[in-house]
């Protein structure tokens, strides 16, 4: 008997959201293109970094990272944009901390669709285990020992659950990963997905979620010909839970791509219950932040309840200093997913009146002309949702590294048009000096040495400047939050208890790391131009160039992740228990009111030298590499060029090379004129 053949999928569905994604491709064909007649022109050390760059340019996967409550139908809105219904299990158990990365490939994989599953390290088990997580610290800092052992007790509850699940496999799998050469939803399964007896005592599950509880992340590599170009989602947990180790997950998961899809339910768009959300997306710009509402299809009256949906959101993000431009989009996964099934399983009935209600408030005579599948498809959201995703993608990251290719291309084509300069020169001149190559070298390294130091030196002071202003805003915030409770205690006495938002902190905090994110960029920016001015020099002084013709473009300056760490949730956050018993268990003002300061700044401590330690680090390193790029692209063509100009006017056959090289420079000015649209 024969297979029953695989459910079909219409996968064509997708290229309607991703039309700005192929012309970002096309774009990069052109600035391929353009390299492509470079190395062909250039000698082999030109076109050897012409080749390099083309792969560089190609390895770029834009990736979107989705984010928001459980349940919001993140992962079923995942399954949708990559047209695969059924591949990552929805409504996983709330416990899973997995995040999964999708990446597709325009072109299918040598080995196939794969896989590769990690588990957590050790060291990350026994971190949680012996403080109870960001909770737990939390709670210890308060003194509310009963709520920290209760922590401490589910945590190792579900450890002991773990550990017995695996049996003596346990702490050998810790920090490991496991590759399959294919992958299918079962397979999936057994590495995301608890069994439904993980917090009962029933050890029924066989093979399914034998894993789960210890992977920390999932790579599906997938060949999706409709996305023009390598592009990975990531679908993370959720915000919200009992130990805050997933919003820990979700920061590290946001600072690791460059935008965001904010995943909210219909039923419960940004309410004051997802103060954790707006926080963290409030420390990104809103061209990174798109917001999707999804489940529109559970509405009663979508086409009145989504505007009154949109004000809300907006009126929620500005009152609490979210990103108020924010891109907001509705629809529902569910009708995505439904009609890419090809409508195997019929809507439900409110479904299906929620959908003809939409679609004659979103359908207007000249979008209605598509087939029915097709006006599902956009009332569902995802092309739209795709669409502003690929939109985003080309004018952001996606222009950011065409600008970057087509620079160093530009200074590559610069190089070799100097050489061939050099060449007609000496084809029709022979008084030109051959250059001392020997020095070429120690100019270069020198001139290296000098804008290293001068990156150090400009950035200390840059550095210096922001860790002053921290601790400025630090400490001022603390002083007036004590005052603060000092002047409640005394008009209201210490019954009521207190609450004081941590917002004032956070915004000082985050306009002092935009100030020095501005500087560092604009120390960047100098030493690179400073650089190139003295690079440029080395070119006019050895090989008599024309001044006025040539030009060497200076990199780009490093891109500063937006500071997402600001938005972790502190004691001051929260209105839990144990705060107000924490509350009701101190005496007197004095006492209060140094407990406070303690507790708040051993809670803001760890943000401030997060953002000193990590931001300022990767920036600088960021700058160093760039800056050493640059000149070791410069020395190659540089020597090379000194090499060539070495060579005797007979070598150069005379007119014959002159010739040649008049093509050649033609050739290059056409390339100049793809590569110049490019640079910003
Ligand atoms: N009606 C409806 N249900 C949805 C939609 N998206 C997801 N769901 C359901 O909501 C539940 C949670 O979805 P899931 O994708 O796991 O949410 P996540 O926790 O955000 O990843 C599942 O039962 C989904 O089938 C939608 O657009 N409409
Ligand atoms: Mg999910």
Not at 313 to 318: A, Y
Not at 412 to 419: E, H, K
Not at 626 to 638: K, N, S, T
Request: hydrophobic share 40%; glycine share 6%.
């Amino acid at each position: 008997m024969a297979e029953p053949a695989a459910p079909r999928v219409d996968t064509a569905l997708l290229r309607t959201g991703l039309t700005a994604l192929r012309g970002f491709v096309s774009e990069m064909d052109a600035v391929e293109d353009a390299l492509e007649t470079v190395a062909g022109i250039g000698d082999r050390a030109a076109a050897k970094q012409a080749k390099k760059l083309q792969r560089l340019m190609r390895k770029v996967e834009p990736t979107v990272t989705m984010i928001g409550q459980v349940k919001a139908g993140k992962t079923s809105l995942v399954n949708a944009m990559v047209g695969w219904p059924d591949l990552l299990p929805a409504d996983v158990n709330p416990w899973t901390s997995v995040v999964t990365s999708i990446h597709m490939s325009p072109k299918p994989h040598l080995e196939g669709n794969h896989a590769s599953f990690r588990f957590f390290e050790d060291d990350e088990w026994s971190r949680l285990l012996e403080r109870g997580g960001r909770i737990g610290e939390l709670a210890g800092r308060a003194g509310a020992d009963e709520e920290l052992r209760k922590v401490t007790a589910q945590l190792e509850a579900m450890r002991e659950k773990s550990r017995r699940r695996l049996g003596n496999k346990f702490e050998m799998l810790m920090g490991q990963e496991h590759s399959y050469g294919y992958f299918d939803s079962e397979l999936i399964n057994r590495y995301v997905c608890l069994g439904d007896d993980f917090e009962t005592d029933t050890e029924t599950s066989s093979s399914q979620g034998r894993f789960a509880d210890i992977t920390k992340s999932a790579d599906l590599y997938l060949h999706r010909e409709e996305y023009p170009l390598e592009f990975c989602i990531r679908d993370t947990p959720g915000v919200n839970d009992t130990f805050m180790m997933r919003e820990q997950i979700t920061i590290r998961a946001i600072r690791e791509s460059r935008m965001c899809v904010v995943v909210l339910s219909a039923h419960q768009a940004l309410s004051t219950v997802d103060m954790a959300l707006i926080r963290l997306i409030s420390n990104l710009p809103s061209r990174e932040v798109i917001i999707f509402v999804n489940r529109i299809d559970e509405l009663g009256d979508p086409a009145a309840q989504v505007p009154e949906i949109r004000e809300s959101i907006r009126r929620t993000l500005k009152e609490h200093q979210g990103p108020a431009d924010a891109e907001i989009l509705f629809g529902s996964a569910y009708w995505a997913n439904h009609i890419l099934n090809c409508g195997r399983d019929p809507l439900t009935g409110a479904s299906q009146s929620a959908l003809f209600n939409w679609a004659e408030s979103e359908l207007s005579d000249d979008t209605g002309d598509g087939s029915p599948e097709e006006m599902i498809w956009t009332l569902s959201g995802v092309p739209a949702l795709l669409d502003t995703i690929s939109q985003r993608v080309a004018g952001g990251m996606g222009r950011d590294a065409l600008s970057k290719t087509a620079k160093a291309g530009m200074n590559l084509l610069n190089g070799i048009a100097a050489g061939e300069h050099i060449v007609s020169m000496r084809a029709t001149d022979a008084h030109v000096k051959p250059l001392d190559r020997k020095a070429l070298p120690a100019e270069i390294d020198r001139i290296e040495r000098e804008a290293q130091a001068m990156l150090v030196s400009e950035f200390e002071g840059v550095v210096e400047n922001f860790y002053k202003r921290l601790d400025r805003s630090h400490k001022s915030f603390l002083e007036r939050a004590t005052a603060s409770l000092i002047r409640n205690l005394e008009r209201y006495g210490d019954t009521d208890v207190w609450q004081y938002d941590a917002t004032g902190l956070r915004v000082l905090l985050r306009s002092s790391f935009q100030v020095f994110s501005r500087n560092a960029q604009g120390t960047c920016k100098n030493v690179f131009l400073d650089t190139t001015g003295k690079v440029r020099e080395l070119y006019l002084r050895a090989f008599n160039v024309p001044d006025a013709s040539f030009r060497l473009e200076a990199p780009s300056a490093p891109y500063v992740q937006p500071p997402v760490m600001l938005g972790q949730t502190i004691a001051l956050d929260m209105s839990s228990n144990w705060w107000g018993r924490w509350w009701r268990r101190r005496r007197g003002y004095g006492s209060m009111a140094a407990d406070f300061a303690q507790i708040i700044r051993a809670e803001t401590d760890p943000i401030v030298e997060g953002l000193k330690a990590e931001h300022v680090n990767t920036v600088l390193e960021d700058a160093q590499r760039i800056l050493g790029e640059f000149v070791a692209a410069q020395r190659e063509v540089l020597v090379e060029l000194s090499e060539r100009s070495g060579t005797t006017v007979d070598d150069l056959q005379g007119v014959g090379a002159t010739r040649a090289t008049q093509d050649k420079v033609a050739a290059l000015e056409a390339c100049r004129a793809v590569l110049e649209r490019y640079i910003q």
